[in-house]
């Protein structure tokens, strides 16, 4: 079975940054990603990244303001985000796949593997 732990949210304000970890523990995953929910929402994708790291995807609300990227020796997923919004306040999610294929990657159902979500706030 494989745990994915979440850390670093917390309260920012509106400009600010928080980057967020994911630690993957038990057997191998391999594209991963971040998902959010906020209130009465519902859960939607972020971003996410091969196992190599040579594809991304990215909500285009995102891009220029959020990277992701992994530690394969650490089994670790990160989000750096930056210039952070109000509209960015949600619980936001690791998930992971168990097998090697990119696909369908903004797809909820497609992933086998959730963390319990990390919240992040931010003040305007």
């Known amino acids: 079975q494989v745990q994915l732990v979440e850390s670093g949210g917390g309260l920012v304000q509106a400009g600010g940054s928080l980057r967020l970890s994911c630690a993957a523990s038990?057997?191998?995953?391999?594209?991963m990603g971040w998902f959010r929910q906020a209130p009465g929402k519902e859960r939607e994708f972020v971003a996410a990244?091969?196992?190599?790291?040579?594809?991304?995807n990215m909500l285009g609300s995102v891009k220029g303001r959020f990277t992701i990227s992994r530690d394969n020796a650490k089994n670790t997923l990160y989000l750096q985000m930056n210039s952070l919004k109000p509209e960015d306040t949600a619980v936001y999610y690791c998930?992971?796949?168990?097998?090697?294929?990119?696909?369908?990657?903004?797809?909820?159902?497609?992933?086998?593997?959730w963390g319990q979500g990390t919240q992040v706030t931010v003040s305007s």
């Open positions: 998930a992971a796949k168990r097998v090697p294929m990119w696909d369908h990657t903004v797809v909820v159902g497609q992933y086998d593997y």
């Open positions: 990244l091969s196992w190599s790291g040579g594809s991304t």
């Open positions: 038990g057997r191998t995953v391999y594209a």
